[in-house]
């Protein structure tokens, strides 16, 4: 497999504008990567792509989309089609949406746009790429999944399904496609200090948080992974650690023990915010 020369690297990143996402993009950037950026808030992607023109020289487009909604992995294709972006080397599949919550509580149509967001148009956005990777032999796939995609999580159950399908997908892929030189990493990290929680209305405690990763650390961890073609890859020990637990235990056991431990986390969430320290 050829070594990963970002420099005029065509780029897109799916949820740019905040977080871990823009982080990849930024450090994509000093390398001298051209990027698409995709998110919902298009001020904030253009204030990005300004930002990284003026600071290294690159080429970077704002895609405004919103991934919930049906046929957004095509309406970002003919949104590129033609552009310096067209097609792109390697796509990085990291916006995502989540929640805190029993299942039987949450909307209906939440289901829907959870599923849209973090699987189908990844997916499809994947299916869409490949084959210009495949025929050129180079570029891939670096999904942002989650610890949570490892494993059942009570209270996370819909997240959890859905980063586990992207695990699973990533996974095969990666097998699959590494033969035509086209390197897939899915990526796995626990708690990221971002606006992940406060986005999503998430119940977390102030001792998750205290615990979280800095986002730029696992950008720089995630494009690190990539470019050694990780398959499966888990920013920090303790996070590796974690993920034994469900490959020890019997699955029964497992669940319990996330169950207890949801359970405590949310229970903490809700006091600390019934007593003002969660603010
Ligand atoms: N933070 C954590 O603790 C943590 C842990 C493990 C995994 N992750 C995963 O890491 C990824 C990045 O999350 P983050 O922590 O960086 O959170 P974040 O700061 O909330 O970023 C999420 C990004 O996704 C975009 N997005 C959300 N809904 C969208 C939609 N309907 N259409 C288009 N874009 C959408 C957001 O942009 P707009 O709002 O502008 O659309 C934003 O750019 C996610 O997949 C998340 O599941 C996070």
Known sequence: MKPVEWNRTRVLVTGASSGIGREIALQLAAEGASLALVARREDRLR???TEVEADHGVTAVPVPVDLSEPGAATAIRDHLAGTPLDPPDVIVLNAGI???AELA????D???AVVDVNVRTHAELARLYLPSMIERRAGGILAIASMAGLQPVPYMALYGASKAFLVSLCEALHHEVRDYGVRV???????VRTD?????AMKVDSELLAKASDPGNVATFAIDAFERNGSVSIPTFAARVMSWIPRILPRWLSGRLALRVMRQRMRAAESEAA???GD
């Open 185 to 191: 990493t899915c990526v796995c990290p626990g708690p």
């Open 47 to 49: 204030a990005l792509a």
């Open 110 to 112: 939440r289901v829907g």
């Open 196 to 200: 992940f929680f406060d986005a999503n």
């Open 98 to 100: 989540g929640d805190t």
């Open 105 to 108: 509580e949450l909307p209906v």
């Open 275 to 277: 007593s003002g320290r």
